[in-house]
């Protein structure tokens, strides 16, 4: 009998199980439970993009695709961020499309990080940031933000953490989980910064089309970030198409082309079906993604306002559809207060430490769902914040 811990990889046994899958699941044994834990729409994808879908099958397209993806497909990437970012992308030699934009973050990661490389991670961050980094054999290093700065990367916090190590910085904004956007001012503070260093950026993009109060700003759009940036994104979050599995990654032709490499050979390519569906969704969705937007920024007023009334104080987020509410006035651990929620309650959020030791002290809730679920979410977390304090 053979003992399999001897076996595994040193770097896999170090990485801690999402802190996020474990509330999840916790709360999907339970009855009467309202979540507002996972980050993913409450929209069905539009029928247009499922149909665009179907017809695929119904003609027989379920052979692969080239590895990079459908060559109509990254066209269509091609123009969506030329209109998006004023860059123009090569559909042939800089777009690829991925599983997912997590897969696109891995295989952007492994394509430039040599062993000892050190990554900047902004926490609060990602849950998968900082593994990521781990798995391509880097090292993720922390740059923290502060809830009195709106978690807003600060320019002096980031300049202390660069070494001679330092190979890129990961931005992500808007911020899962913060919500958090960097506007244009901010970008060009941190775009000095990287020039000076010569670093890369891996800009995760993914709730991109999901701004509320100004328009948004892509690091690919600074002045000279575009040849040092990998821009990642996709289809799960402004598109309500998190199940497709779809993302893609643009880049200048030679990180394109590693990535290419590590994909051909993980992965092959992106499946058919969700390709075309996600041609209809980039080609004529601009109106459902409008649509969903709308009423993401009706529920985020809703659900911020409530947070503040009842004195768990909380800025307000300026994109995705996350609130990140301090609850330090509970004398609770973020962990303990989540626990004690969803046992007493039946509201699952998500602990803010999950996402970094700045993010003690605070939950992340998410208002992707139906307003009456989060008025009721809301009638129930005031009445247990009331029973803490």
Not at 25 to 34: C, F, H, K, N, R
Not at 129 to 145: E, H, K
Not at 150 to 155: A, D, N, T, V, W
Not at 325 to 338: G, M, R, V, W
């Amino acid at each position: 009998m053979i003992e399999p811990s001897h076996y595994l990889s040193s770097t896999v046994k170090s990485l801690k199980p999402s802190g996020i899958r474990k509330f999840f699941d916790l709360a999907s044994s339970m009855e009467g439970v309202i979540s507002l834990g996972v980050g993913e729409p409450d929209f069905v994808t539009p029928w247009n993009v499922r149909e665009a879908s179907i017809l695929s099958l119904e003609q027989g397209y379920t052979s692969y695709t080239a590895n990079a993806g459908l060559l109509e497909l990254r066209n269509e990437i091609s123009y969506y961020l030329k209109e998006k970012t004023d860059i123009t992308y090569s559909a042939k030699e800089e777009i690829l499309v991925t599983v997912g934009a997590s897969q696109a973050l891995d295989i952007a990661l492994r394509a430039i990080v040599n062993p000892g490389d050190e990554v900047i991670v902004i926490e609060p961050s990602f849950v998968a940031y900082s593994s990521l980094v781990s798995l391509a054999g880097g090292v993720p290093v922390s740059v923290q933000t502060s809830g009195e700065m709106e978690f807003k990367l600060q320019p002096s916090d980031l300049e202390k953490a660069i070494t001679k190590k330092t190979k890129a910085i990961i931005l992500c904004s808007p911020s899962n989980p913060t919500g958090t956007v960097l506007n244009k001012e901010d970008l060009e503070k941190i775009a000095s910064i990287i020039e000076k260093h010569d670093l890369l950026v891996i800009s995760d993009e993914i709730y991109a089309e999901l701004t509320y109060d100004e328009a948004y700003t892509s690091f690919v759009s600074i002045e000279g970030m575009a040849q040092r940036t990998i821009l990642v994104s996709g289809f799960s979050k402004g598109f309500a198409m998190t199940g497709w599995r779809l993302g893609y990654v643009a880049a200048q032709q030679e990180f394109l082309s590693a990535m290419l490499k590590i994909h051909q050979y993980a992965m092959m390519c992106a499946p058919t079906m969700a390709q075309y569906a996600a041609v209809e969704a980039i080609k004529n969705g601009k109106e459902d993604v409008m649509h969903m937007k709308k009423s993401y920024r009706q529920r985020r007023n809703l659900f911020v306002s409530a947070l503040n009334e009842m004195g768990l104080s909380c800025h307000v987020p300026g994109g995705a559809f996350y609130a990140f509410p301090s609850i330090q006035k509970t004398n609770l651990s973020s962990e303990e207060f989540a626990e004690e929620l969803l046992m007493e309650e039946k509201v699952a959020v998500v602990p803010g430490s999950v996402f970094g030791e700045s993010g003690e002290g605070y939950i992340r809730c998410s208002y992707a769902s139906s307003l009456e679920q989060l008025q009721e979410a809301l009638r129930r977390m005031q009445r247990f914040v009331q029973k803490k304090c």
